[in-house]
């Protein structure tokens, strides 16, 4: 099932006219190329005007759109000779979050990213991308792994959130997020993150304390999801769309605040309207930052990487009036 | 311990009593009583005041004050406090209701964020300390937490003393959106930072300690003490109900049942609460202070 979002119902009603017009024009029956050629030229106006001003709530639709790409088409298209590993060696493997080996233009590396299903069933197989407190251990453990062999290590993030339930509370979600946080915060390998979809809240943060921590530009990144926002402030989840652009949760805020140290463009409309031109640059900016932080030592990155989270946050010496 | 909030009212005349009552979510039929919140069982204000906002029935710790706490838990006029004078911005321009709640929950506390610090001697020991007060913005951690936490873990590095921090608050400052989401970080690379120092780094979880806060600094103490039945957890109740669509277990996401699954080493009762949290610190004192420069 392919999501529409409401702004793109005209575009698509006026691609699936052209569509239809080019068929016709193929019989060779009538010459409607001048009319296809003004309807083309009006679709690429329409285009621009709804996709240059997108709203946050825009955005976090594109963000979850299910043509997305997920963590394993960046693994299937950057690298070669991935071998998934499985399991925290504790309690089980969760397929929420999918880690492995593999290799980036031709060096040994550990990638880790948050597994949203492609539809319904694999959804529920992957528990919509929500990870157990498992997920984290597995991504801990084999963090670790790199850390140990001089890894690089990629992380995608894509996830509504860490799996609110009784068993996940049950072995400590809150510590196992907590640990790996800590961990990532200690690690010699360089880090570099890229969210790509969905970075909901602690479940995301779990596994994205990054050297660098990369955006695509239509991915969201929240404390809170907007639903969550608009419950608690508002009590009525249907506000999300007034939370969205409230919590500052678009990339563009999150770069100007400094929490994120790239934005890679998309595609007009969103990543999954051009998916290898999507690779391409998400190739080209891993490749870029993996180079820069090769050039340091373990000791320089886990201190540059200290230094860079502890400038965030806003502190002001006297107090705001409203 | 008779009388020792007693002495706190006289210390602190700015704070207005009835509105920190609320903090510690008991509800006064009148100025001389006091209702469990739990229970409902009623007291004589004296009697809840000197059985240190225990219900003398049910055994219900209510909410503490930051500078209650610090009562309870500093030898009398050892606390020296560190940074003040550090204020919440308004980042994202959250709506302007932020910075009246804001304003009012300074003159509501006396504090200038949700967390009071400093250095104190507890029971003769230095200790670096940090309080969060419930009763500002629900102890929620934005950047201003954050900072601070961070920096009495630093402080205590550098000065080689024990760092305790008491936490007590819903999560994450929303309104701070995704720059208090990066505390978690910052705290947690702090506590780091103590561990390869090998200075120890004690946590006392106390009613509620969820979310961003539990998630952090508050799941990575070298030892982690928690009051009785505080809530503590990552996901609230009310989420989890929603998601599996089913009423939760009595007991549930309290310092009982996660002693019980292994992440807390200790529940104590306040009453006991400094003497064994002196008892614990002075195990590690010795080797710290071999060490300090």
Known sequence: ?322 | MAGLFDKFRVNRPKVDQSRSDETARATLPSDLWIKCSDCGNAMYRKVFQDNLKVCDKCGFHHKLSSHERLELLADPGSFDEWDRGLYSGNPLSFAPEYLDKLDSDRKKTGLEDAVLSGKIELNGLPVGLAIMDFGFRGGSMGSVVGEKITRVLERAGDLRIPALVVTSSGGARMQEGMLSLMQMVRTSAAVRRLNELAVPYFCLLTDPTTAGVAASFAALGDVIVAEPRAIIGFAGARVIEQTIRQKLPPGFQTSEFFQKHGFIDMVVPRADLKATLGRLIGMFSVPVLETAP
């Not at chain 1, 060779?28 to 009006?42: A, F, N, T, W």
């Not at chain 1, 309690?91 to 550990?110: K, N, Q, S, T, Y």
């Not at chain 1, 391409?280 to 090769?294: C, S």
Request: charged share 25%; proline share 5%; aromatic share 6%.
């Open chain 1, 1 to 322: 099932m392919s999501m529409i979002l409401e702004v793109e119902k005209p575009l698509l009603e006026l691609e699936k006219k052209i569509k239809e017009l080019k068929e016709v024009n193929m019989t060779g029956r009538v010459d409607l190329s001048s009319e296809i050629r003004l309807l083309e030229r009006k679709a690429e106006q329409l285009k621009r005007s709804i996709y240059e001003d997108l709203s946050a709530w825009d955005r976090v639709q594109i963000a979850r759109h299910s043509l997305r790409p997920s963590t394993t088409d960046y693994i299937q298209a950057l690298f070669t000779d991935f071998m998934e590993l499985h399991g925290d060696r504790l309690f089980a493997d969760d397929p929420a979050i999918v880690a492995g080996l593999a290799r980036f233009e031709g060096r040994a590396c550990l990638v880790v990213g948050h597994q949203k299903g492609k539809d319904t069933k694999d959804n529920l197989a992957r528990n919509f991308g929500m990870p157990n407190p498992e997920g984290f251990r597995k991504a801990g453990r084999l963090m670790s792994l790199g850390h140990r062999f001089k890894m690089p290590i990629f992380t995608f993030v894509d996830t509504p959130g860490a799996y609110p339930g009784i068993e996940a509370e049950e072995r400590g979600q809150y510590e196992a997020i907590a640990t790996n946080i800590a961990l990532m915060t200690e690690l010699g390998s360089p880090i570099v993150t890229l969210v790509i979809g969905e970075g909901g809240s602690g479940g995301a943060l779990g596994i994205a304390v990054g050297d660098r921590v990369l955006m695509l530009e239509n991915s969201v990144y929240s404390v809170i999801s907007p639903e969550g926002c608009a419950t608690i402030l508002w009590r009525d989840a249907s506000k999300a769309e007034q939370a969205a652009a409230s919590l500052g949760l678009t990339s563009e805020i999150l770069l100007r605040l400094g929490l994120v140290d790239e934005v890679l463009p998309e595609p007009l409309g969103g990543a999954h309207r051009d998916i290898p031109l999507v690779f391409e640059t998400v190739a080209r900016a891993l490749r870029k930052h993996l180079g820069e932080l090769l050039l340091l030592s373990p000791e320089e990155r886990v201190k540059q990487r200290y230094d860079k989270y502890r400038r965030m946050g806003v502190v002001l010496d006297s107090p705001l009036r409203a």
